[in-house]
């Protein structure tokens, strides 16, 4: 799924663990519950993605190296393992992270 268009796709309860997803447009996408454990999400486009409790929390979560989070809501995330190297968080809301 590298680089491949999921803009405004319904993702939630996913389960991709593992997945390689970088450079994925994933604009306006529902990830609500998806399990995104281990994925690699470099480069990827989570501008205005629904993200929720649980969305970051595996001990080993996702890569999001130069991920554009503008605007992501990001509330009460659990962030241990998570990498956001050079990532845009841009207007992301972390409150009660």
Do not use: C, I, R
Request: negative net charge; hydrophobic residues 40%; aromatic residues 2%.
């Amino acid at each position: 799924m590298s680089n491949d268009d999921l803009t405004e796709k319904n993702l939630s309860q996913s389960d991709l663990s593992g997945a390689d997803l970088a450079g994925a447009n994933l604009t306006g996408a529902n990830l609500s519950g998806a399990n995104l454990a281990e994925a690699n999400l470099t480069g990827a486009n989570l501008t205005g993605a629904t993200l929720d409790v649980g969305f970051l929390t595996a001990p080993d979560g996702p890569n999001l190296t130069e991920t554009n989070l503008t605007g992501a809501d990001l509330t009460y995330q659990n962030l241990p393992g998570v990498n956001l190297a050079e990532a845009n968080l841009t207007g992301a809301n972390l409150s009660n992270v």
